[in-house]
Each structure stands twice: as C-alpha cells, then as structure tokens.
C-alpha cells in the first residue's frame, strides 16, 4: 500500500532554516506528481507547492515563493522541501501528499494520499 513518511521538521527562530524529507513507497514515485501541504494550529490544509512527476514543474503558493524549494529524487523516492528564511506564520504539520497523475494541483482535496507529517514551529 501507499506509504509516505515525513521527516526533517523541528523549533527553528526566524530566519532559520530546514529539509523536510519524505519517503515513498508503495507506488511508483517516478509516475506520480506530488505536493507538500500543511496545517496551521487551528486552520484548514493548505497547498503549498507541487512538483510533477519528471521534478521539471514546479509551482508555489505566493507567501512561499523565493523562500521554499521543492525537489525530489526518483532514484531515491524522496521528496524534498527545502525552507528557508522562516517566518512564524510558517509553523504548521507539513505533509507531503501523492496526486493520482503526473501533475500536482493546487487543490488539496485532490491528492489520494497524505503521509502522517512532521511539525514545524517557528518561534523566538
């Protein structure tokens, strides 16, 4: 079956930096666009970024971009969220989720699939 199992989160100030990691299994990663979402306390799921199958697209919600950076390794199957520069605003679980086609969306209810996640506090 579908695994996706996250890692990488922690308490970081802001500014700081971190690399979330997610692995893949039970599918064929390589097929499969795929999305990293997060929940703040209190909030909804939100799309943050998506990557396609092949990691040539690539697209980010607006208060992400120039600051986070998606990628991944077929070789691997790892998905990857690089952030850096975080602000408080960006504590949340994040989860990385598989889409059903080669693309990502941006529309979470979307994905088929969420990993169990990995939180991530930004705080002074």
């Known amino acids: 079956q579908v695994q996706l199992v996250e890692s990488g989160g922690g308490s970081v100030q802001p500014g700081g930096s971190l690399r979330l990691s997610c692995a893949a299994s039970g599918f064929t990663f390589s097929f499969s666009g795929m999305a990293w979402v997060r929940q703040a306390p209190g909030k909804g799921l939100e799309w943050v970024t998506d990557i396609n199958s092949g990691g040539g697209s690539k697209f980010y919600t607006d208060s992400v971009k120039g600051r986070f950076t998606i990628s991944r390794d077929n070789t691997k199957n790892t998905l990857y969220l690089e952030m850096n520069s975080l602000k408080p605003e960006d504590t949340a679980v994040y989860y990385c989720?598989?889409?059903?086609?080669?693309?990502?969306?941006?529309?979470?209810?979307?994905?088929?699939?969420r990993g169990q996640g990995t939180q991530v506090t930004v705080s002074s």
């Open positions: 989720a598989k889409s059903p086609t080669a693309w990502g969306t941006p529309y979470v209810n979307e994905y088929t699939h």
